[in-house]
C-alpha cells in the first residue's frame, strides 16, 4: 500500500523559490513503471498537472510551469521533490504529490496535499 506525505513552507513571498518534498511509503521509487507526479488545485484555475518523474529518473513538466520547475528524487530517502521558482500570488493553491503504477494518468495515490500561500 502506497502512501505519500507532502511537506514544506506553508507561506512564502513573490520571487521565492518553493520546495516541497513527498515522502513515499509503502513502495520504492524506483518500482518499475511507477511515474510520480505532482499536481496543484485552486479555486480559479482548477486541478492543474505540474509535472512527473518516471521510475528510471526521466522527468516531465507542463509546458506552462516548465520554465520554473524542477522535479527531482532521493532514491536513498525515496523522496520526490518539487522546486518551483519565481513564485506569484498566482501560484497560491493546495499542492499534491501522486502516484501512478503506470504512465496513464489515474492517479492512483494521492497525498494529503499541503496548502502554500503566496502573499508579500
Known amino acids: 500500500q502506497v502512501q505519500l506525505q507532502e511537506s514544506g513552507p506553508g507561506l512564502m513571498k513573490p520571487s521565492q523559490t518553493l520546495s516541497l518534498t513527498c515522502a513515499v511509503s509503502?513502495?520504492?521509487?524506483?518500482?518499475?513503471?511507477?511515474?510520480w507526479r505532482w499536481i496543484r488545485q485552486s479555486p480559479g484555475k482548477g486541478l492543474e498537472w505540474i509535472g512527473s518523474?518516471?521510475?528510471?529518473?526521466?522527468?516531465y513538466y507542463s509546458p506552462s510551469l516548465k520554465s520554473r520547475t524542477s522535479i527531482f528524487r532521493d532514491t536513498s530517502k525515496n523522496q520526490i521533490t518539487l522546486q518551483l521558482a519565481s513564485l506569484t500570488p498566482e501560484d497560491t493553491a493546495k499542492y499534491y504529490c501522486?502516484?501512478?503504477?503506470?504512465?496513464?494518468?489515474?492517479?492512483?495515490?494521492w497525498g494529503q496535499g499541503t496548502q502554500v500561500t503566496v502573499s508579500s
Open positions: 509503502g513502495g520504492s521509487i524506483t518500482s518499475y513503471n511507477y511515474y
Open positions: 501522486v502516484g501512478d503504477s503506470g504512465p496513464s494518468f489515474s492517479f492512483d495515490y
Open positions: 518523474i518516471s521510475y528510471t529518473g526521466t522527468t
